[in-house]
Every structure is written in C-alpha cells, then in structure tokens.
C-alpha cells in the first residue's frame, strides 16, 4: 500500500462524531466509527475543509515550531504571499520583513519573488504549440490532489511547473550561499504557510521538489510577529535595510485572479475558488464543456490563498490589505534572462517527474477479479434495505 503524508490529524478527545466533518469532504474521506471521524488517508487531498467546518475544532494541522529554525547556522523566511494580508494598512511590508529578521530570520525571501518567476514561465509555457486546453495551474496543492483523486483523466492538463514557494526556497538558498559562502545544507528554508495542503506539498511533493526545509503556519507567525513589532523603534537599522524584490502581481497571487494577471488578452482564462465550485467545474471539464477556455486558475480555499484555513484575517479585508501593499510595488520585475535560463537548466521551473493518479480503493489488481466484486458488491447493495 502507497503511504501517503497528511499535516491534517484528528485529535480523538475532542471530536464528537457529530459528522460535520463528512458533509464538507469533497473527497469524501472520513468515515464515523466507534463514535469518532476516521480519515482515510488515501482518499485525504488536505484542503482543510475539515479544519473549518469542525465545532469542535478536533481537525487541526501539524506544522514545525518556530524553534525549528535553530536546527540550522543560516536560516531564512520565506513567507507565503497571503502572510502580508493578514495586517492592516498600518504596517508596512518592509516592517513585517523587518520582525521577522529581528525574531531569528538570518533573511528574508519572499513567495512573491518566486511567483514573478513561475509567472514569466507560465507566460512561456502558453506560447508553446503542443499544451493540451485548458491548462490548469499547478500552484494549489489542494486542487493537484483533487484531480489525481477525483478527476485522473484531467491530469494532462495540470501545467508541469514548480509552484512559487518551491522557486523561492531554492533562489532564497543560492543567493544566501553566493553571497556569504555558506554550503547549501547549512541553510534552512521555512516557509510560512495558509494551509495544510502546502504542508503536504513540502513533506510529500507531487512531482518535483519542494526546496524547504521547515513550515510555520501563518497563525503561528502572525502572534509572533505582532508580539514583537513594537520594538522595531528600538532596531531603525534593521528596517532601513529591508530592499523589497517582489513585483506587485508576484504579491497578488495570493488573492483570486494574481496567477491570470500577467497574461495577454487572448489566453482566455476562468478564476475559480472553493472546492465546491471547482468541483462543478471539473465536472463540466469532463463532459466537454468549456470550448474556448485557455487557462484554469484554481484555488481550494475561498478568497484563494487569504482564505487559508491557517490565516488569522477575513480573507475580503485581508485582499484590502494585500492591495494596498501591492499599490505601493513596481507592477512587475525585469528577470534577466540568464538568472530564468539558469533555473531551467537546473531543473527549478518544470516538475522532474509526471503527476499520476491515485489509486483509490481498489477491489482488486486483477481487472477481471475486480469486476467480479463489483457485481458482489452490487448484489449485495440491492438486497440490503
């Protein structure tokens, strides 16, 4: 049997049973037995969906502890877009950067920066001939599994390249060696996280890998940093130091329609998020039903990666937020050709290996043993009241 990583768990003592739970699974993996909700952990994509629907708040994600990063000589954030939305418009970016320095943070890349990378390559990507339409994104962790799970006949379609945070942890890795001389394994990457699936994402990659070394939810880091931004008045240094690389769109992937932002007029594109709705979605894929569609951009949690099941703001202020923060950056950065090309020839843009479906449940190896259950099965259904 396949053995497949979760960051979503169950703690038993809480959980009631009260089948919550098994409404909001869009995969549906859990099950009530004995009183108390079982995962099935091959059919689990880790979309959280559990996590906000439980009352009793029995569904939670396990990420590392800020104490982490001193398992590392060099450590380095990189904090997921979605992390500047959950603060008002009163702190800056160069300030959140700044704390998180200040608190252990050797420095600090941002997701951003790595999706103004995947952004140039999806731009690339639609100039090829031989894409099947249309592409879907690969950046939500939550909606790959969904397909490998739900819809495999769709899995031509995901677009074979590295999401942003896997780009950022390797650029975060090589310029911090250029430029101090440190070996690559001295260096830790952690990325601050939305959600549970991306945590799954780092412990057990789909296709290509992951480039980082710990995940702190962005609940964890949002206290953390509040609790110690007042004394950046004692440290100016550190905040006039802070030079912010990201483009403003690398910013806005974190919000519904960033990842669609840098395409031409004529890649017709549909924005999507909620696993409910991407579900219809794929459904209406599979039947032939969206003639003249170029690109999918689709996102498991509403409000896209601000509605993270581990974010601290309501994710219709935090796209305020996010806005505002971006109206401030330059639209969009030059990326010299030579940096592009030399992530290419090392393999950071484009998944090393295909996606494959998932084996759910089979009845058994043997295709003509497994049709033989399946009339069992359906015998027994029927006599049953």
Not at 122 to 146: E, G
Not at 176 to 195: H, L, N, S
């Amino acid at each position: 049997m396949v053995y497949y990583f979760h960051s979503v768990r169950l703690d038993q003592e809480k959980c009631k049973g009260c089948t919550n739970c098994i409404k909001g699974c869009p995969t549906e993996a859990i099950r009530v037995r004995n009183g108390k909700a079982d995962i099935l952990e091959e059919r689990c994509i880790d979309c959280g969906e559990c996590i906000r629907v439980c009352p009793e708040h029995a569904k939670y994600a396990i990420t590392d502890d800020f104490s982490d990063i001193n398992d590392y000589k060099y450590r380095i954030a990189i904090p997921a877009p979605a992390f500047f939305g959950q603060f008002s418009d009163k702190v800056s970016d160069e300030e959140i950067i700044a704390t998180l320095k200040m608190l252990g943070f050797d420095d600090v890349v941002e997701v951003a920066l790595g999706a103004d990378y995947v952004s140039m390559a999806y731009r690339n990507y639609f100039m090829r001939d031989d894409i099947v339409r249309p592409a879907i994104s690969s950046a939500c962790p939550a909606v790959v599994r969904l397909i490998q799970v739900r819809y495999p006949s769709l899995i031509p379609h995901i677009i074979p390249i590295e999401s942003p945070m896997a780009v950022a942890g390797y650029i975060a890795k090589r310029e911090y060696a250029k430029k101090y001389g440190a070996r690559m394994d001295e260096i830790g990457t952690f990325f601050i996280t939305p959600c549970p699936a991306k945590v799954t994402a780092v412990r057990q990659p789909v296709a290509g890998q992951a480039n980082v070394d710990g995940i702190i939810s962005i609940s964890d880091m949002y206290g953390l940093v509040m609790r110690n931004i007042s004394k950046l008045k004692h440290y100016p240094e550190i905040v006039k130091a802070v030079k912010v690389k990201a483009s403003a769109n690398g910013l806005r992937w974190a919000r519904p329609g960033g990842e669609s932002i840098g395409f031409a007029d004529e890649i017709t594109h549909v924005q999507v998020q909620g696993i409910p709705h991407i579900i219809k979605v794929l459904e209406q894929f599979e039947m032939g039903k969206l003639g003249g569609v170029d690109f999918l951009e689709l996102q498991a949690c509403p409000g896209g990666c601000l509605g993270g099941a581990l974010t601290v703001e309501d994710p219709f202020v935090a796209r305020v937020y996010i806005n505002k923060l971006a109206n401030k950056r330059t639209e969009d950065i030059d990326i010299a050709p030579d940096d592009y090309d030399d992530l290419t020839e090392q393999g950071l843009l484009y998944f090393e290996s295909e996606i494959e479906a998932r084996q759910i449940m089979s009845l058994d190896a043997d295709i003509g043993t497994a049709l033989e259950k399946l009339e069992k099965l359906e015998e027994i259904t029927n006599e049953l009241p």
